[in-house]
């Protein structure tokens, strides 16, 4: 079976966010589990889109909603772990593009986890896909396009 490779350009992080594992995110493996890295990934990306003023849902009904996501995983992590989360933006196209996300752990440089997150901006009063905004847009002027 073919394996994923997630592998992401260094210009595209635009944010990191520490994050702690909790007692509650480990596993039957004794190992941080697949649901609470998820859950982890998801914190980052909502602190990601705060900090560059991305509201959840505007007043007139447009927000961001997640397409899929793909995650590859290097090495375990453990309770009370201190991760760090670096996320960015790529392969932005009319209606939405990637969040881009790599977990390490400082400690000892481990890389834990790579994932990418696929988006589109979504009318959440009309349950239609909508164009990215020009605002949006603005605030990430590396990003690259795809068609």
Known sequence: MARLILDFPEDQYYYTTPLTVRVTDINGANHLGNDSMISMISEA??????????????????????TDLATTYRAEAHARDQLLFEVGVMDFNKYGGDIIFRVT???????????????????YKTTQVVTMPDEFRAKFPRVNWID
């Open 45 to 66: 990306r909502a602190r990601f889109l705060y900090e560059f003023g991305v509201a959840e849902t505007e007043r007139d009904g447009t927000g961001i909603i997640v």
């Open 105 to 123: 752990r400082p400690r000892d440089k481990k890389e834990i986890t790579m994932a990418k997150s696929g988006f589109v901006f979504f009318n």
